[in-house]
């Protein structure tokens, strides 16, 4: 069964740091592009990046070019999204998700239970 | 960058069939899917490649794609269908989404 845990919510500062986690299970780590969606609150989804565990192949969406870290450790089937300093507009519900990548497509085809990362001074 | 246009809202009796669109440049150039997300809970993917469902999803939701939009048709729609719904589409190399559209079953 194909599994994507994430690490618990988070209250930050205004310019305070953060990396968040997925831990991946249930299929190969490094086979799949896995990736970051935001979700501001009572908003839609906007996608952030992915990164391909293999070869860490990263690519961002331009909105968040600069913005933020996207990366993955292979050895416990990890990926990341980190901040180095937060501001309140982060403020928002982050999902993890594999991506399938075919047909020069791609689509998003199991979700993590969502991160809620909180930025208040 | 590449924009995907839905409906705020849209609302359907019982056992009916309604179609959500979602509206691109020629989105029909481009494999579009589809994503289910219920109050305070993940997103769920319900079509892909513009007609196929995953496993597990019922028969009642299929998908398609032509010219400059896609769309998601439910029939005979359930109160459990009721959510928000995002179209989705691929841009040389990155994902765009929808805005969304809240399906109110009444």
């Known amino acids: 069964e194909v599994q994507l845990v994430q690490s618990g919510p988070e209250v930050k500062k205004p310019g305070e740091s953060l990396k968040i986690s997925c831990q991946v299970s249930?299929?190969?780590?490094?086979?799949?592009?896995i990736g970051w969606v935001r979700q501001m609150p009572g908003k839609g989804l906007e996608w952030m990046g992915i990164?391909?565990?293999?070869?860490?192949?990263?690519r961002y969406h331009p909105s968040f070019q600069g913005q933020v870290t996207i990366s993955a450790d292979k050895s416990i089937s990890t990926a990341y999204l980190q901040w180095s300093s937060l501001k309140a507009s982060d403020t928002a519900m982050y999902y993890c998700?594999?991506?399938?990548?075919?047909?020069?497509?791609?689509?998003?085809?199991?979700w993590g239970h969502g991160t809620l990362v909180t930025v208040s001074s | 960058s590449y924009e995907l246009t839905q409906p705020p809202s849209v609302s359907v009796s019982p056992g009916q069939t309604v179609s959500i669109a979602c509206s691109g440049d020629?989105?029909?150039?481009?494999?579009t899917s589809w994503y289910q997300q219920r109050p305070g809970q993940s997103p769920v993917l319900v079509i892909y490649?513009?007609?196929e469902r995953p496993s597990g999803i019922p028969e009642r939701f299929s998908g398609s794609n032509s010219g400059h939009t896609a769309a998601l048709t439910i029939s005979g729609t359930q109160a459990m269908d009721e959510a928000d719904y995002f179209c989705?589409?691929?841009?040389?190399?990155?994902?765009?989404f929808g805005g969304g559209t809240k399906l109110t079953v009444l």
């Open positions: 998700a594999r991506h399938i990548s075919t047909l020069g497509t791609m689509w998003l085809d199991y």
């Open positions: 249930g299929y190969s780590f490094t086979k799949y592009w």
């Open positions: 990164i391909y565990p293999g070869d860490s192949d990263t």
């Open positions: 020629n989105l029909g150039d481009k494999y």
């Open positions: 490649q513009n007609t």
């Open positions: 989705q589409a691929w841009d040389s190399t990155t994902a765009v």
